[in-house]
């Protein structure tokens, strides 16, 4: 099966229904896209797909074939990745940062499609569970990028 993960076409040999993510991780070594619940609730776990915010845990390796997929590892190579990462560390964010990567490409993925987004948008879009409760950075990091 052929997949492009960051802008690069690779060759993976896998079940046509195992997880984005393990593909990711194990056939591909990026390991920044974190494995939380595997339920797809949590959030850890997510990339963009054509970039639209994907849960990677539950989304099955054929259903993306054809598809730009982007982990954290290449989101700063976009503006909006790069501006988004910035806000996240002026904010100082991430607490434990275990839930960072997939809460990072949520806000990606918003900015991306609503630019100027609300605090309802915000709070729409930003599902992604944080055990260390860092859910006000997380608001202000997303009210910050979309003002840069």
């Known amino acids: 099966m052929e997949l492009t993960v960051n802008g690069e076409t690779r060759q993976v040999d896998v079940d046509p229904d195992t997880p984005l993510l393990w593909v990711i ?8 896209t974190k494995y939380g619940c595997g339920i797809a609730m949590c959030g850890a776990c997510t990339v963009l797909v054509d970039g639209v915010a994907a ?7 054929d259903a993306v074939a054809g598809a730009r997929i982007t982990t954290i590892e290449a989101v700063e ?8 990462v910035e806000a996240w560390v002026a904010n100082n964010a ?6 960072q990567s997939g809460q990072v490409m949520a806000a990606v993925a918003l900015l991306k499609e609503t630019p ?33």
Do not use: H
Not at 25 to 32: I, M, P, Q, W
Not at 94 to 99: A, D, K, L, R, V
Not at 123 to 147: E, F, I, W
């Open 55 to 61: 849960r990677s845990c539950q989304t099955p390796a």
């Open 116 to 148: 100027e987004p609300s605090d309802a948008d915000i709070a729409d879009a930003m599902t992604n569970l944080c055990r260390c409760g860092t859910y006000n950075a997380v608001a202000a990091a997303v009210r910050d990028a979309s003002q840069a």
């Open 77 to 84: 190579e976009d503006e909006v990745g790069r501006r988004v």
């Open 94 to 99: 991430p607490q434990c940062g275990y839930c």
């Open 25 to 32: 991780r194990e056939e591909l070594g990026l390991t920044g």
